[in-house]
């Protein structure tokens, strides 16, 4: 056979492929209207940043240098000033109704220690059942005392720290936690848009018996596994080219690195994925066990991808897992292109296990075509 | 019509399910399976507790100041050290992502701290993953701190700090955040089986043209509904218990609360899940569109929008209202509550309340979209 027959082939059977995929509207609807709406609702939602957290204060110091660190805290854009309460008993209840993330308790003596050149004692009470929050809010507030130490230090009234941390963070200056999640979720969403499209497609002519005829025509089972991974692949890029466009205009996120760089990673990210969907596929017999299988890929996926927590807080043996997982490759370079300006000669080590993970599963889906598993 | 009629129908129509879950091992699988898979993976892999962080050192002036504090950073369970000479080595080194931050203390340093003059300690960070800078910011401060106190100490030193701040954080003192993730899990767990399993029944039936043959029965709207969920909530029930027994046990996360309350909520929240379940396969007749939707509405928001990681009250005042949909969200509040801080009953039932009203909504939609007719 020609090559231009080939191809026409590969043609006709991707174009069956997309129509089976886009002639029904509501499956249209689904690869349109919740990328979107998800892509819009994550990236407002996904924050690590606080800018609420819920304060009471407990003052039994009359002095002056409290009324000082009460104006402080309650001046800042971040924490919200709700109570100021008068007894030790009021505390309990505010914090175990999540009345407020965090109690300041400022002891009778501060003002008075304070202007003898002790120290002035100060408690932050602190709700730890979302500990990560407690942690944020914890260091938020031990800024603003340090600041406070500082300025009371070079007004020459007290001794301050001979010792001052000045710290710069590179690549994300003011530390906002959208850059990250964002373009965290361009990879996120294009890999459950691709997925999701090929995860069904064999499982689906299998439960409809329209994969046997497929099977004895005369196309060479390459070609089916290539018909079927072309719409997943457009689709896939397609997607996350919308996404890290409203990322760019909508989001405001900054793009440093080369978009040569990202789109091999798009493509390659785009094939592991599909090769999985499609694996996935061709072991189901059914489409509930074909979603149930997605699931149960896409779940660790995403966890273990450092799309939320760092790869590198996970125990040993668990990071050896996260190298199987494409998302955890394209994740580095999308948020690596858009923030650290990378490009090529930082990705190779990023390119390649993604490019065996597109062999390794696209050539088991192949095998699969043929040998049923039950 | 007789009550026994009736209630032999549903019999039939639960005998029917049942054995179509017994005989696709998927469901199973998605019910038992996934959850220990799950509750491995948030147990041992998720975590916000940064430890050994990988820290360049740039000291040009070794002395015995310098090499005071460098100790310090050796020491800490948090940091593993790098030196380097330049701080151009030190940058390159955080540029490949060797490095995620660097601690430079420049050549005046030790002038500096002995003429009573502040003494400047120049800190990088890579702020890519900002949450983890952040805490990487604030372990060095803490580690600086601790520094200074021993330091002033040891020259016989006066230090005086104006403010000292001694945190307290209650329910967690260890600020583990494993404590707070394993409760969020079994929320997000939950709402995967209840509402991926029914999602694809009513849509299987139709898929496969059994739907016309319900449909010349005389089951009722309702007792097709009834028919469908009971299977699936003793399922998911099953499948709560063990994943609550699971992470006490292997995670030592405490329980405080009490069981009760934990059944009974549980329960709620798993109607509401089977209902957003059954609510997508009544809507979309087809097991592709159901699937996609399953997935899309039930996993997503409940890790993203139930406040499992994400705080709520950060959120844009928009979007908060958005998570009031969420059910996750109930039960997420609920079960961290529980474990970690007992029965409080305002937050008990507040969010039952709503868990109640949303059941309500849903299972209205439900029985309103189930139509035995054909179009």
New interface residues.
Partial sequence: MSIRRHLLLIIALAIKELLALLR?K??RM??IG??IA?LL??G?????????I?LAVYNEDPGE?SRE?ISRLSGSPNIDLLYTIQHESEIKPL????DV?MVVHIHPQFSAD?SQ????????????????????A??Y??EI??Q??QQ??KNGL????????????????N???R??IVSGIIG?LSL?VSL?VTA?SVA?ER?QGTFDQLLVTPVHPAFILIGKAIPGLLIGILEASFIIVVAVLWFDLPFRGSIGALYLGVFLFTLSSVGIGLMISSI?V???????????F???A???S?F???I????D??QL?TYLDPLRYFLIIV??VF??AGSYN?FWPQYWPMVIIAITTLTMAAWLFRHKMY | MSQNLRLQRLKGLVRKETLQIIRDPSSIALAFVLPIILLFLFGYGVSLDARNIPLGIVVEQPDAATQSLSGSFEQSYYFSPHYFQTIQQAEIALKFHHIQGIIWLKQNFARQLFSHTQAVIGVRVNGVDSNQANLTLGYIQGTWQDWLYRYARVQGVKLNIPIEAEPRVWFNPAVSSRMFLIPGVVAIIMTIIGSLLTAMVVAREWDRGTMEALLVTPLSNIEFIAGKIIPYFVLGMGSLAATVILAIWLFDVPFIGSVGILLVTGALFMLVSLAVGLLISVLSKNQFVAGQVAIVISFLPAFILSGFVFDIHSMPAAIQVITHIVPARYFVAILQSLFLAGNIWPIILTNTAELLILLLIFSRLVAKKTRKRLE
């Fill in positions: 029904d509501k499956s689904v690869l919740p990328p998800q609702i994550f407002y939602a996904a924050t690590f940043d606080l800018n609420h819920t240098a660190l914090i175990d109704n999540q993330l304070i050149g002790k120290s002035g004692k100060v408690q932050l009470i602190l709700d730890g059942r979302n500990s990560n929050t407690a942690m944020i914890l260091n507030t031990r005392i340090l406070l130490n009371w230090a007290l001794h301050g720290p001979p010792v001052i941390l000045e710290s710069r963070a590179w690549y994300n200056e530390l906002r936690s850059w990250f996120l459950v999701v069904l689906r439960e189901c059914t489409q509930q066990q074909a979603v149930l299988g997605a699931f149960m896409l779940v660790p995403v966890i273990l450092g939320a927590t760092p590198a807080n996970m125990p043996s668990v897992i948020r690596s923030m650290e930082l």
